[in-house]
């Protein structure tokens, strides 16, 4: 039998296969196209809201004033007296320990100028906090494929003037977001992963562990962070569940351990400084009220949180994403591993934040201590999913996100040019101020930056020129009206090279980089003195201000002359004396020598063994209260009645 087959038959055949290749090439050739498509329009939202925080921030550069408290300390860590903000003093006035060491390892790297050090990494790490918010986020949702993901609640961050002001400002607003954003993506890595590898894991957990020391409260993240993987499944390790939960722990403590072990011996407090003069566990609840609107209120900032709220319900619900716990000890475990549980731990941190932050009565910035909980809050919705198909009306959970798109769009462009605050050089009764605003209007400077900007703020030229026409020395005091300076003198006789100057003011950053190293600056509330921050609390104070030391006991401190004429004349003879009793109260006395005399190991022990004691120690700013609290002898009693 015989098989043939006619030329016209071959034709058709060869027909056939070509369409069928072709149809074939159109089939793989489509989602090739989507995929480009899909990480095209990832990596151009990464780029577009980078360059748009970018090109905001830096039109808003400055440093503020408690930026340049940083680099004080940093110049003594450069000229070799150690981690300080005036050379006889141990005082830790910087709250991110973190931020003042990167700041010194950039600055003895690139041997820059501080201040264009701290602009350049403040501004690097803002700009890397969005990079990763948005990374996590995107493994969140499912990557990009067969989607498209859409900046939103990363868009609606940078929308707002404070995020924008403090990218720049020389203080660790911007290393805070950075560290949340990098352990937001690689908790969302850690949760997706289908094998944990155990080198990575410690990774995670050791970032996490340097939370107390990038700032006090993020201690309420890394907590969360590390309990959600310490009580989760271990990965396999040749040594066993119970060696690597310990390994874990020893990982996650060694820095922040070993740091606090040596901050409570070489400054004798159990954290910064800082904290003792705002005493960050006071509660002004009020206040915080009022700051808390005072950010919400002017930009209508509820509006894209609720629409991106609903957009982030809506589109988890719609795709399966939202994932809750079989109520079983083993299923609540196996959950703790997953995308659903580290969403819950950022929301539930940005919340817990909030409430705090409310419950100390917030802060004088505008806005700034509540960007990190603003950040906390977005993450989930940095950006959102858009699938790539044919809308249908069926298809709600797009229409929903479209919407929210288009609302945080039109929302962002609004609340970019707003001004919340409009008392420029005022300071209104709340006590709130926008702080960039300020400065720039009182120096007269559009981007203060550098220490000699600052001259122009009132009393500085003044300042530096009293400290250069008395080389002998004395003490600086500002007038009760806050327009010019006293000099009270030192004793005779005066030693060779004089007494050594000693400036008494509340702005310390502009103050103490406008003044050698060898100058003391000290301040009435106590972020560099420490006898003002033991002091007691102004029950109605300006929030963050709330302590105000009286220079008499500056004047006995400092054992400047104590008598008229040559002391100001504003100051009361009496009081004067009545401090220098006050301060040979003996608990007083060790606490200013816990950071005075010279750093022994007993004395590291000593400071160590009462760290927690020297934290809740106050005193009365009033001498003669303060007498009375002490038991001492009154020079000056009252005459019984």
Known sequence: MSLSISPDEIVVA?????????????????????????RATFVGGIVLTVVLFAVGAWQRRWIADDGLIVLRTVRNLLAGNGPVFNMDERVETNTSTAWTYIVWFFSWLTQARLEYVVLGVALTVSLLAMVFAMLGTARLWGGTTGQLLIPAGALVYIALPPARDYATSGLESGLVICWVGLLWWLMIRWSQAAVVRVPGLLGLVFLAGLAPLIRPEASLIGVAALGMIFLAPMPAFRFGPIALRALIVAVAGIVPVAYQIWRMGY????????????????????????????????????????????????????????????????????????????????????LLLTVYAIRVGGDFMHGRMLLTQLFLLLLPVAVVPIRLRAFTPRDWSTAVVLVALLGTAGWSLYAAGTTAIKTGTKISSSGIVDERVYYVLNTGKDHPILAEDYLDYPRMRAMVRDIANNPNGGLLLNSPSFTMWYLDPP???????????????????MTSMNVPLDVRVIDPMGLAYPLAAHSDRLADGRIGHDKALYPDWVVVDSGMVDIHPWMPWYMDEEWVTQARTAMSCPQTQALMISVREPLTFDRFKHNLRNALNFAKYRIDRVPKYEIQRCGLVDPFPEPPR
């Open 267 to 350: 400054y004798g407090l159990p954290y910064p400084n800082t904290a003792v003069a705002k005493d960050a566990g006071g509660a002004k609840w009020g206040q915080g009220m009022k700051y808390f609107w005072d950010l919400v209120g002017p930009y209508y900032l509820w509006i894209p949180l609720l629409v991106l709220l609903v957009a982030g319900v809506v589109t988890a619900v719609a795709r399966g994403v939202a994932v809750r716990p079989t109520w079983s000890v083993a299923g609540i475990r196996a959950w703790l591993r997953s995308p659903s549980a580290v969403v819950v731990m950022v929301l539930g941190s940005g």
């Open 14 to 38: 060869e027909q056939e296969t070509t369409e069928d290749e072709r149809l074939r090439g159109q089939t793989t050739r489509v989602p090739a196209r989507r995929a480009v498509l899909s």
């Open 491 to 509: 004793p005779q006789p005066i030693p060779e090279g004089g007494s050594g100057h000693t400036v008494y003011f509340l702005n310390l950053g």
